[in-house]
């Protein structure tokens, strides 16, 4: 939700950003990643088991995992996963889930403004924002027992790396 109290969603493999607005009209935003070659294809339900078919075509494609409002700032942020060879060279299989990815940001009108490649040792799936930018956990920094946040402060040509935080937690990870 923004501070409007929109409700903006995006869909993994939709193109599309929507908000919903509380008079309950909604609009639709295109959004392209540069990582995107082709338009997404229909999945075949005939390969709904299929399960190595089902991780191949997952690699070869650019989905959007999911938005995240900056009120500090005024900006949304989308997290791309991007497309990935499912095989390498020497037979080995990539894992899906560790696709690489980047940060797509967009304005206030939804409009996008950048997108950064973003480092594999950043988690896509712990962001959340601060009121000095945005925390990613770094998957270098952390272990069982603690969780290591890197802020990225946005300015208006790129965002750099400006702290480090960390967040203790026990050993189950809760």
Known sequence: MNKDTDLVAIYTFIDSLYVIHRDGTQEQHYIHSKHQRHIQEEFDTANTYNYTELARTESAKTSYLGVVYDSYRNLYYITVSRPMPYENRDGTRNNVLDKPWSLLVLDSAFQQIAEMDMPDCLS??????????????????????????????????????????????????K
Do not use: Q, W
């Open 124 to 173: 896509k799936h712990e962001l959340m924002v601060v009121p000095k930018g945005i925390a990613l956990a770094d998957k270098r920094l952390s272990d069982d027992e603690k969780t290591c946040f890197v802020i990225l402060r946005y300015n208006e040509k790129d965002l750099y790396n400006t702290d480090i935080a960390t967040v203790r937690r026990n050993a189950r990870g």
